[in-house]
């Protein structure tokens, strides 16, 4: 059977002038034809012989992708030599030891990576160093246009070494997966079969060529067969899509990240469009689903015409492979009218064990065994064996979860001199991959997990990461989480799940959210609603620095793990450069030291001030704290920020350089001991006028009379009761707190109050909701001011202390948010610091069995609504009036929102014990 070698020369002859490799630069772009390539293979083969080298020497690759990396590696097959590619992100001290590990007698290294390669062979005098693209303090550069030998190419056994590949996190123990030219043969020839790749193919490539799949689709089969291999000198979106536009590209394979990222901008441009747009979408993305389920007909390239446009003009192959590919994205793009062939395969495999067919509508899957592949599930010991899950998106299952075996000729004959290793993975010719799944009724096969990282509680449970990580992945909020199974002191092993985030901070800017820990808390409580108790996040570190992942973008969970219990996940960072805390130039600035020394008098935690500390994240500032810290400073400093601006102050450093006054400007400096006097008196050209919502009586009764009506409703269909409409003050200014369960809260209370109550109430609340015109109006109408205090607190707080210093009764529901489980969560500071300032008692409030109706994360319970079955309870307080605190004395806003939480929590448990 002839070698990689044999078949790229028969390539070449047939081809010469076609174009086999294309580089793609910002400014250019590279071309080399199958003649050309080939005879930089022969003459860098020459080169390599005169310097010694000799079939079956081990010789290491350091480089990127592009045309020196093929035609060294060409080079190497051609004389026999057994190619070891190296990742480029590898340290000297990792080279050196996969070096000695493989006993490498040569290693050719790009540009860019000779420093690293230099130091890695300064202790092995037996390893040649050669550069690829570059002379270097007379190290010799690899000849591409050397006078051949004439010797002709080695003609190596089927089962002889073509290259070792190292997996990635093996070099603490290294270990060479060896890869045949039988191994080579086999996966092109199954692969072609299975996909369909032909000599007239342009295969783009982002994955590195150190990598296995990257071998096969970018390297081992276009080369085989005539096609073209197109690579990116810089990768990033912009040139990506270039690419795929310019290079008319016809087979893309990548990893599940390109594929996520299509499928976000999808869904986010469809969010921006009207109701019109998103219903037409919606409606065209089920036809088609239900179409290709139903009649294999694919209107996808039609409906969707824009966004298959994105892969450019003659794209016919989309895989993907490397990691795991999330089921909901993969129907979503399905219904696209995207075949995306989902690939499964590992070095040990050279890089092929299945493959999903084209219109193949079981999205979940990895697809049936390429052909000459067998597979079996294994049980996993020590571990119950899981039923399968079900859903439309699976085929009937065969067989339980169990740890996935593997035969055939794609499967090495095993690690480079690791007998032990080899004994642990070779059971009986069969390969025991270490990953979990189970195979469907038509034998596709399911990908659930790693068998080294089922979490098992002590209860039994296994729980897979990766499909805890996919739901709560869900959450816009969140970027990237890690799952980790921990145990807090005095509980068994892996009791909890506990997760490492990394919010989205670019969908938090978008959607100008300051208080990211808010939000996240928020998105977890809802996903884990409906969860099993196992499988829910119990606790979770927010960190401000992407997880470290592989090149194909896994987690490295074991990486993770030791950070997270070595305490460096403790305090999050921030990674960007343009802020290092280190900067002495910065430091020394008197404006800067100054403004340090006031934020560390101000935080709780001024060990962590540091020019890249996050306001929120690290220096643990809620939204109010927030606020009352650019006060003082502004006060000190004799600025003011601008709004806009204080918008996007999101560390330290931003603060420090947004209160520098101009050049030559010297403002009036203080000392401020209590921001929010200084807040609330503030006027602002931009706030809503509170009086202007009141002008309109004819309103005010209509609205009143449908209030009438919601609350005999309410009393017919849920029981609805109130009580103590007593400790109501016959007039204004005060405010009415009540704790919030449900959807319907509002609308109950509003309900109750009477005439003389009801005529002044407002409410300031999210604009989200009310940006159309009818919606606006809607507002107005119900008397409800658009401010979202989540992205602009200072507004909602000036707002609700105009109206009250009107006189008029606030509706401010202290939580901020409806409670995830009907008890009453922690209060905000917003209702003391407004009663203590504009001297407005507060009317504590209590509702009980609103959540049974409309829970936060559920739906409408229609058997709520049997007369009298259901209980829903309204109680209102004596109202609480703070002292005024002695002059030049800071009111104590934590102690009195303590004070209004313990009422409402009392009142709550009140109504309980009657009822």
């Known amino acids: 059977m002839a070698g990689f070698y044999q078949s790229f020369e028969q390539a070449a002859e047939q081809n010469a002038d076609r174009c086999a490799i294309e ?28 310097r010694g080298a000799q079939p079956g020497q081990r010789w290491a690759i350091l480089s990127e992708n592009g045309t020196p990396w093929c035609a060294a590696y060409l080079a190497m097959s051609r004389l026999g030599l057994v190619a070891v590619p190296l990742d480029t992100n590898y340290s000297a001290s990792q080279v050196a030891k996969l070096l000695a590990d493989c006993g490498a007698t040569g290693i050719v290294a790009s540009e860019a990576s000779y420093e690293i390669a230099r130091e890695a062979v300064r202790d092995l005098p037996q390893v040649n160093l050669l550069l690829l693209d570059a002379d270097r303090d007379g190290v010799a550069r690899v000849d591409f246009a050397a006078p051949p030998d004439g010797k002709p190419a080695a003609d190596p056994a089927g ?116 109701r019109l747009v998103r219903s037409v979408f919606k409606f065209q993305l089920g036809l088609n689903g239900w179409l290709r389920d139903t009649f294999s007909l694919n209107l996808g390239p ?58 193949d509508r079981h999205v979940a899957s990895v697809g049936q065994p390429i052909d000459g592949v067998d597979v079996k599930i294994l049980p996993v010991d020590n571990h119950a064996q899981d039923p399968p899950p079900a859903d439309r998106l699976r085929g009937a299952a065969a067989t339980a979860v169990g740890e996935i075996a593997v035969r055939g000729p794609v499967v090495t004959p095993g690690y480079y001199e690791r007998v032990d290793a080899n004994a642990e ?60 199974g921990h145990a807090r002191p005095g509980e068994p092993a892996a009791e909890r799940l506990h997760a490492i985030v990394f919010p989205d901070f670019d969908e938090l800017k978008r959607r100008k959210i300051l208080n990211a820990r808010e939000i996240v808390r928020w998105e977890i409580e809802d996903l884990s609603h409906g969860m099993p108790n196992h499988k829910r996040i119990l606790s979770y570190t927010i960190v401000s620095e992407p997880l470290p992942r592989t090149t194909t973008r896994k987690l490295k969970r074991l990486e993770i793990e030791r950070r997270f219990l070595a305490g460096e996940y403790e305090i999050a960072s921030d990674a960007a450069p343009d802020r290092s805390p280190d900067d002495p130039q910065w430091l020394a600035d008197p404006h800067v030291a100054e403004a340090l020394d006031l934020i560390r008098a101000a935080v709780r935690e001024p060990e962590a001030v540091r020019g890249a500390a996050n306001l929120e994240l ?72 509170v009086s202007g919502f009141f002008r309109s009586r004819l309103s005010v009764w209509a609205m009143f009379a449908g209030l ?44 109750a109050l009477p005439y003389r109550v009801q005529r002044d109430v407002f409410i300031v609340g999210s604009s989200e909701y009310f940006e159309t015109r009818l919606m606006r109006g809607f507002a107005r109408f119900i008397r409800l001011i658009p401010v979202d205090p989540d992205t602009n607190l200072l507004r909602a707080m000036r707002v609700g202390a105009q109206g009250l210093r009107d006189g008029r009764v606030l509706m401010l529901f202290p939580e901020g948010e409806r409670s995830i489980d009907r008890e009453i969560k922690r209060f905000k500071k917003g209702a003391a610091i407004l009663s203590s300032n504009i001297e407005a008692p507060i009317v504590p409030i209590a509702i009980e069995g609103a959540y049974d109706v409309w829970p936060r994360t559920g739906s409408l319970r229609l058997s709520r609504l049997i007369p009298f079955v259901g209980r829903v309870w309204l109680t209102f307080g004596e109202p609480l009036a703070f002292d005024t605190a002695p002059a030049g004395a800071v009111p104590d806003y934590v102690e009195r929102t303590a004070e209004l939480r313990t009422r409402v929590v009392d009142l709550l448990e009140t109504v309980r014990a009657r009822s």
């Open 23 to 50: 580089v793609q630069r910002p400014d250019s772009v590279d071309r080399v034809n199958y003649a050309e390539l080939r005879s930089m293979a022969v003459a860098a083969s020459a080169f390599l012989a005169r």
């Open 425 to 484: 993975a070779f059971d009986d010719g069969w390969f025991r991959t270490g990953d979990l799944g189970y195979l469907d009724v038509d034998q596709r096969l399911y990908i659930t997990g790693r068998a080294k990282e089922i979490i098992v509680t002590s209860s039994g449970k296994n729980i897979y990461p990766e499909e805890i990580e996919a739901h709560y992945l869900k959450a816009a909020s969140i970027a990237e989480l890690c799952v980790l």
């Open 708 to 751: 009438r009506l919601i609350h005999l409703v309410a009393w017919l269909f849920l029981g609805f009761r109130v009580r103590g409409l007593e400790n109501l003050p016959e007039k204004g200014p005060y405010l009415i707190c009540p704790n919030h369960q449900s959807y319907i809260d509002g609308f109950l209370l509003s309900a």
């Open 159 to 274: 089962g002889d070494p073509a290259l070792i590949l190292y997996t990635s996190g093996t070099t603490h123990d290294p270990k060479g997966v060896v890869l045949t030219h039988d191994n080579l043969g086999a996966v092109c020839r199954s692969a072609q079969q299975a996909v369909g790749f032909a000599s007239d193919d342009a295969v783009l490539s982002v994955l590195p060529l150190f990598h296995a799949l990257a071998q096969v689709a970018n390297l081992a089969m276009p080369l085989s067969m005539g096609a073209r291999s197109v690579f990116i000198e810089t990768i990033n979106t912009g040139e990506l899509l270039r690419a795929l536009q310019e290079r008319e590209i016809t087979v893309f394979c990548c990893v599940p990240q390109f594929f996520y990222l299509i499928h976000e901008r999808v869904l986010d441009k469809v969010s921006k469009s009207g």
């Open 618 to 689: 690290d220096l643990g500032l809620d939204s109010m704290e927030r606020v009352e810290l650019l006060t003082e400073v502004e006060a000190r400093f004799g600025v003011q920020i601008e709004e806009q601006t204080a918008h996007v102050l999101y560390t330290v450093r931003d603060l420090v350089e947004a209160t520098r006054p101009e050049e030559g400007a010297a403002g009036d400096r203080a000392r401020l001991e209590d921001a929010w006097p200084t807040i609330l008196s503030r006027r602002d050209a931009s706030d809503p006028d």
């Open 302 to 359: 039609k409906l969707f015409r824009k966004v298959h446009r994105v892969m450019g003009p003659k794209m016919r192959i989309l895989v993907t492979g490397g990691s795991r590919f999330e089921p909901a994205i993969g129907r979503d793009l399905y219904r696209l009218g995207f075949d995306i062939l989902q690939a499964y395969g590992l070095t040990e495999t050279t890089g092929g064990v299945s493959v999903l067919r084209r219109g």
